[in-house]
């Protein structure tokens, strides 16, 4: 039986178009305890390839985290399936405020070690212990409490476009890294503040929330249904929004507007700007800030050297790719020397 993709990405986006029907893009995931996430895998890929589901989906032990497009004829049909499934029956599904039916192009479903890299090895800590989810309004009003201390979960990267008013970002490249570093900034208030975080759709701050109780917080809330849900809620109840920016969002759209703030800056030539794109030099790839005027001198590249390559014929540049190492294991997103106005170190 097919268990994999038979078609291209281009292949798939002329299907799309040729079908002329409105996709939803969407967001979920569950902590739970799956015996066999081989099997779960599996059993996910057969249902949702006849439904013409695409996207990104991870399975582990401890769950499943879905980013992924579905047919709106068909969306009915995919959800009667989730609620089929004891553990994702009602399942909070995020649905992007800006639809783009190319947002995802394949349908990939991976079994991981983690549905969320955490770089943790602690047998005593329960993900499912999370802490209090709160709803737009409570979270409103949560963080103008002086007794807050409010933390975006995200990479650099992220909270760089858009973030709450008055956030702690930290200048991390992971959410591994963000872990340890909160942990230390706030070991004194442990007792007598309350740490509230956000992140995209919630499933960073839900471990994240799990992980401080595991620590020793005692009071810990988390954004439910994140940035997305936020500002859905917002606009759906005339609320006060306090979120600044874009929200970051990791499918071919790279990002949602949330207010009319542009935070954010050009990282050729510092202009205000808030648009990410990846170099064209397939070699380098490097997610970064560019506006309309860099990527015409650039010609959508992130430098000189790179602008050179790319001009080259197709089959010299992959000539020059032949043996080398992933770019994105050489390149961190957002950070490298070539990028003028990018602050670059932690």
Same mark, same amino acid.
């Given at each position: 039986?097919?268990?994999?993709? +038979?078609?291209?990405?281009?292949?798939?986006?002329?299907?799309?178009?040729?079908?002329?029907?409105?996709?939803? +893009?969407?967001? %979920?995931?569950?902590?739970?305890?799956?015996?066999?996430?081989?099997?779960?895998?599996?059993?996910?890929?057969?249902?949702?390839?006849?439904?013409?589901?695409?996207? *990104?989906?991870?399975?582990?032990?401890?769950?499943?985290?879905?980013?992924?497009? =579905?047919?709106?004829?068909?969306?009915?049909?995919?959800?009667?399936?989730?609620?089929?499934?004891?553990?994702?029956?009602?399942?909070?599904?995020?649905?992007?405020? @800006?639809?783009?039916?190319?947002? %995802?192009?394949?349908?990939?479903?991976?079994?991981?070690?983690?549905?969320?890299?955490?770089?943790?090895?602690?047998?005593? %800590?329960?993900?499912?212990?999370?802490?209090?989810?709160?709803?737009?309004?409570?979270?409103?009003?949560?963080?103008?409490?002086?007794? +807050?201390?409010?933390?975006?979960?995200?990479?650099?990267?992220?909270?760089?476009?858009?973030?709450?008013?008055?956030?702690?970002?930290?200048?991390?490249?992971?959410?591994?890294?963000? !872990?340890?570093? $909160?942990?230390?900034?706030?070991?004194?208030?442990?007792?007598?503040?309350?740490?509230?975080?956000?992140?995209?759709?919630?499933?960073?701050?839900?471990?994240?929330?799990?992980?401080?109780?595991?620590?020793? #917080?005692?009071?810990?809330?988390?954004?439910?249904?994140? $940035?997305?849900?936020?500002?859905?809620?917002? @606009?759906?109840?005339?609320?006060?929004?306090?979120?600044?920016?874009?929200?970051?969002?990791?499918?071919?759209? *790279?990002?949602?507007?949330?207010?009319?703030?542009?935070?954010?800056?050009?990282?050729?030539?510092?202009?205000?700007?808030?648009?990410?794109?990846? &170099?064209?030099?397939?070699?380098?790839? !490097?997610? #970064?800030?560019?506006?309309?005027?860099?990527? @015409?001198?650039?010609?959508?590249?992130?430098?000189?050297? &790179?602008?050179? $390559?790319?001009?080259?014929?197709?089959?010299?540049?992959?000539?020059?790719?032949?043996?080398?190492?992933?770019?994105?294991?050489? %390149?961190?997103?957002?950070?490298?020397? =070539?990028?003028?106005?990018?602050?670059?170190?932690?």
């Amino acid at each position: 039986m097919q268990l994999y993709n +038979t078609l291209s990405a281009k292949e798939r986006a002329a299907l799309i178009e040729e079908a002329g029907q409105d996709r939803l +893009t969407i967001s %979920f995931y569950k902590y739970a305890h799956i015996g066999n996430p081989v099997i779960f895998r599996n059993h996910l890929f057969i249902h949702w390839n006849e439904m013409d589901v695409l996207g *990104r989906i991870y399975v582990a032990h401890e769950g499943i985290n879905a980013q992924l497009s =579905v047919p709106a004829g068909n969306f009915g049909r995919f959800k009667d399936f989730l609620d089929s499934i004891t553990f994702l029956e009602n399942v909070r599904l995020n649905i992007a405020i @800006e639809q783009d039916n190319m947002s %995802f192009l394949k349908l990939k479903v991976k079994v991981r070690h983690k549905i969320l890299a955490d770089g943790l090895n602690d047998a005593t %800590f329960d993900v499912t212990n999370k802490g209090v989810h709160v709803n737009a309004e409570k979270f409103n009003k949560l963080i103008e409490d002086p007794d +807050t201390v409010l933390v975006d979960m995200r990479n650099h990267y992220e909270s760089e476009i858009g973030h709450f008013k008055n956030a702690i970002t930290p200048d991390v490249d992971t959410f591994r890294d963000s !872990l340890d570093i $909160i942990e230390k900034d706030l070991q004194d208030h442990k007792e007598d503040k309350k740490l509230v975080m956000y992140c995209t759709g919630g499933i960073r701050c839900e471990k994240a929330s799990a992980y401080y109780k595991h620590k020793g #917080f005692r009071q810990v809330y988390q954004l439910e249904g994140g $940035i997305i849900e936020y500002a859905r809620q917002v @606009e759906q109840l005339k609320l006060e929004n306090k979120f600044l920016g874009k929200n970051f969002v990791f499918d071919h759209r *790279r990002g949602e507007r949330i207010s009319d703030d542009i935070i954010s800056q050009c990282h050729q030539c510092g202009e205000p700007c808030d648009d990410h794109v990846n &170099c064209a030099n397939e070699a380098c790839h !490097l997610l #970064f800030i560019q506006c309309k005027k860099c990527a @015409e001198k650039m010609n959508d590249c992130c430098s000189d050297h &790179c602008k050179e $390559i790319h001009a080259l014929p197709y089959e010299e540049q992959k000539a020059l790719r032949k043996g080398k190492v992933v770019s994105n294991k050489i %390149f961190k997103k957002g950070r490298s020397e =070539v990028l003028k106005f990018k602050k670059q170190s932690v």
